[in-house]
């Protein structure tokens, strides 16, 4: 071992520029396994505080109706409490443009349940909060936040947390209150568990997504040991000529490979521990990440270190053992086997099981998922998980049928070249297609990647302009007018109303109107009453003056104009609403029953603030009883986009986008190198023949240019194919559009990059055919 270790380094590091070559491949090898563990990392950070915040986020999904009765007290096991309505499915409030999640609690004085981030619930008129939360509400004014909770009992944990910007508090009541508000339910602290999925589709794309930026990182790993074999090829070459065998000569480049691989991946750990904190500072949806949800476990990092000490190693010994069965020369080229139509079988088995995985879905999956029959749902899950091979077949196929298209096109077009370089180029394109085609494989691979992710995000922003544009194609109450509704347990359980009932809801309502009135700001405060306890005729009642005051044209001598519902609703599902009516009406309906109130204010912040503090603190608003909270008609439109988790994965793909742009640029200029120094013997006796150093930069940048316009074309197509059956094959009710303009900013940047990245390898073009190189020609 000794006197290998010795033969090792007489052969690599006491040649010429053998320490730089070292010194780089090791430098390459860090940044690679720092890359790659990052990748890990933040799949593990995305899954970790999905999960801590899906607790909270459905929290009422564990729980059970609460069994209390009028006049009874709930009775409550030592881990049970009672938790309202806005936690089920999610409870939130607002300030300003930010959402806030907000769980409401009750629990006995001896009980032990708590919940993640908490020691103890909090007490009846208190509140915890996240750190984040605390900071904004000691920056802003009492009444504009601060009151609508009680007093503050502490912090809670990062347990409890999605990240460190995560907006989030727990507001403690009294049981015996709340017992018997509509929609109260217990929960058993001992059972709850946070799911790291919103649903197994987003377990899908989360899937793909790690693997699409996987690809990228594994492939720069692979170019920079493929960029130090290159540099040992002639040494090892003339090894083989005086005597050395095959065996020995790949143990000397497994033991040379070993042991930079060793360093290179130690490095790469210091960088990826060295990077956590400016890495957890991005921001992926609503908040950045805690240093902890990157932090791999020891074994996990060992285990990835190991597994890319043992492939480089185990590839460049393969790698010379082969290369020693060809030509034992120092100026020849070693050609390779012409490639075979089997290479295209990956690619169609790829785009086969998309194209069928779509369709599939586009005929099952148009079902509701309440209405599917037990076989339907099953079917749909596997047409989800058939998703994952079929990415996996034709991003793999993509590269693999590469070389096989380059050599159709190189011989194509061979017959055409009129040029010396473009005669050379083509020739060993036609040779070696499989070696020229991995130089660009890195950057096939990312535009295939930064495609899929550019196409697949339009499917959040098509569903918000079709929103959008449904929105504002009629009349709608202003859109930054409050609407807080009075009654939930009445307006969604038609068998509750009474004259008692009523009489109570118009004095909820009249309560409501008068304190928002009471707000400075505040231009109008309006009751919207219900046309009929049916409600099978989707009008609302209000007053002729209240409907002039909201610039409806109303028509002249009655004292009730019945509305379309549209009017106040927005309506994700109704892409052609009707247009709003306002008919002249006899009167309230009996029993009517006031429904909402609509509050207009100067537009302010301030002022709004102020009136959704002041509606939330009336007893009669729906805030806690009902898990809506006052607010304007454009932010309810605004939180079918902020509550997707669409949104979190659109921050991960942008970043996925980048880092995909930026390894093929690195991968494309050492793959370069490498094919420079392989070959620059070769390159230094077409010098020596009288070949100019223009010429030559020509070849080189042929060889480069060709490979990747052969499938740059192919790679944008079935990029956005590929994304569109996967959109569609998670749900066929999305659909995908052109890309924003950022994607073709990124690939202009590709191109741009690509473009320096072969200029800069000319200076090593230039040292690589120096006479030196052919001295003993």
Known sequence: MKNLGTLTWLIGGRAKGGRLRLVGTAAGLAVGTMLLLLVFAAYQGMTDRAARADVYTHLGYAGLPSQGGEDTSPELGATEFLTMATSFGGGYDRFQDQRITRVDVAAAASSAATLPGLDALPEPGEYLASPALAELISKHPEDQLGARYGSMAGLIGDAGLMGPDTLLIVIGHDPHAIAQTAGVITVDAANLTGSPYQNFSYMIIALIGGLAVLFPVVILISIVTKLDQAARSDRFRTLGLVGATPMRIATISAFETAAVGIIGTFAGVVLYWLSLPVVAQLRIGESRFFVSDLTLSLGGIVAAAVLIILSTTLTAHFSALRAQRGIRSTARDI???????????????????????????????????????????LLIQLISVTLIPSFLFTAFGLVLAGPLLLSWTARLSVRRAKSPEGVLALNRLMRRPSATFRTVSGLVLALFVVTVFAVALTTDQTEQTQNQAAATSHHHVPFDAFMAEVSPSLAYDSSLWNETESTAAIAAAQHLTQTASEVSGVTGAFVIFNSSPSFDDNRYLLRTADARALGLDVPNGAEFVSVSSDYFYYSPTSQSPPPVTVKAAEGLAPLGVPMFVVVTTDGTSGTQERVRTTLSLSPFSSAITHGSPPQTLNEGMQNNGSLSWAQQYKGLANIGIVIAALISVVSLAVSILA????????????????????????????????????TFLLCIVTGAFTAWAIITGLNPRRTVTWPEPGYYLAVVFCLLAAILAVLATFRTVGRSTALTETRFE
């Open 675 to 710: 094919g420079v120094i392989e070959r620059r013997r070769a390159l230094a006796l077409l010098r020596l023949t009288g070949m100019p150093a223009t010429k030559l930069r020509r070849m080189i940048t042929l060889e480069a240019a060709v490979p990747f316009a052969t």
């Open 335 to 377: 050609p390779e086997k012409r490639p075979s139509l089997w290479r295209l079988t990956p690619l169609t088995l790829g785009l086969g099981l998309l194209a069928v995985t779509a369709t599939a879905s586009l005929f099952y999956g148009q079902t509701p998922e309440n209405e599917r029959s037990g076989i339907a749902a």
